[in-house]
């Protein structure tokens, strides 16, 4: 099994975020900035100019730091090459992050909108993308015709065509029709030229057209028990023509398929309309996690053990005390806090040298061994930006 159509572009994996968020420079500078795919945006070339705004920015905020200008101006050489790299503004997703210290560079593509900002302090700001790796369920979607199957892959932030070996393409691909008459069926081992041919007798036959398309759509349940279901509990969402998906039903031994599906003809739709279609059904199913974890957090509030308060949960993620974190998309909590006194700072607004600690906060429980869930605004326990169960 492997993913189709991917952009040739470096996708960020859980390891390599676990080794960034241990990243420890002087001077370390993330840069967000949200992009397009294609259209008019691309075209004319808007996402590389609000880049070169952001660039001019890290070089002013570097200043600010005391760097000098002639120093801030080559400490971001590697992203100021990228503008004129024609082929890489061409190969975007939808966010693009820049990492960037002493003797580091990388530029990560990341399949989510991104805020536009400029975030420099001693360790990379990453809660922006902590996401991806966090709280990250997944779903699958199979649409089906009489002529095709298709299998997809998605979470929250999108969905991949999947390749599955010997996943039948059709009722001809199953059912050979000059051997209808014999009552015998015909099963191509592959999709591909050259695949071999095998025939299965089935006793009295099938009498029809009806019993040909559930014959056909219970050898594409069979592949995918064979291939990935077989251990699966994720929800399997379905998708075609009212009866199709009827008798994959009953055919089917998956026992997590959506009571939802998506009816009509989806054989010729591309994967971005497909998720934009997908995603509001399976979004109960994959939000299930966080809302375990939201409801441990309201059974205990009556206790010491839970604490919406940044004052306190800033200082218990750097003691190791969190054991589930809860933080806001997007939002920032500015200031320091001194480990060694256990003193902490906070900031109305964003001072020099100050860095986010709900970024901080993320770090630091995920790497103590603890989960993070990053929430929706109206999400959140008590209409808090950070909230937390405590170890003790």
Sequence with gaps: MKPLNKKNMEIITKQEFEELSQHQSEYSISIYLPVHESGVEVNEKQDLIVFRNLLSQAVTELMQHGMPAQKAAQFMEPATALIKDETFWFRLSKGLVLLISRDFFKALHVPISVKAGVYINSSFH??????????????????????????????RYGMDLLD?????????????????????????AGTGVGGHASYHGHGSGLSDEKEYISQYLKE?????????????????????????????KQVSHYKHIVEASLTGSYEHVDVSSLFQKAHPLVKPYIQQNSKKALQNYYNQLTTSLTSSMPDKV????????????????????????????NKLEINETKHINDECLINKAIINTLKNGGEVYVLEPERMPNAAVIAAILRF
């Design 126 to 155: 990453l809660s922006p993308i902590v996401q991806l790796f966090c709280d990250c369920p997944y779903f699958y979607l199979l649409v089906l015709s009489k002529k095709s199957a298709s299998f997809y892959r998605g979470n």
């Design 164 to 188: 599955i070996e010997g996943l039948p393409q059709g009722v001809n691909d199953v059912i050979h029709f000059e051997e209808k008459s014999e009552r015998k069926l015909f099963r191509m």
């Design 220 to 248: 594409v349940g069979q592949t995918l028990e064979k291939e990935i279901l077989a251990n699966e509990q994720a929800p399997l969402l379905l998708a075609g023509v009212e009866y199709i998906v009827g008798i994959f």
């Design 314 to 341: 800033i200082p218990a993620s750097y003691y190791k005390q969190i054991s589930t974190l809860f933080v806001e998309q997007d939002a920032h909590v500015w200031g320091k806090f001194d480990e060694d006194n």
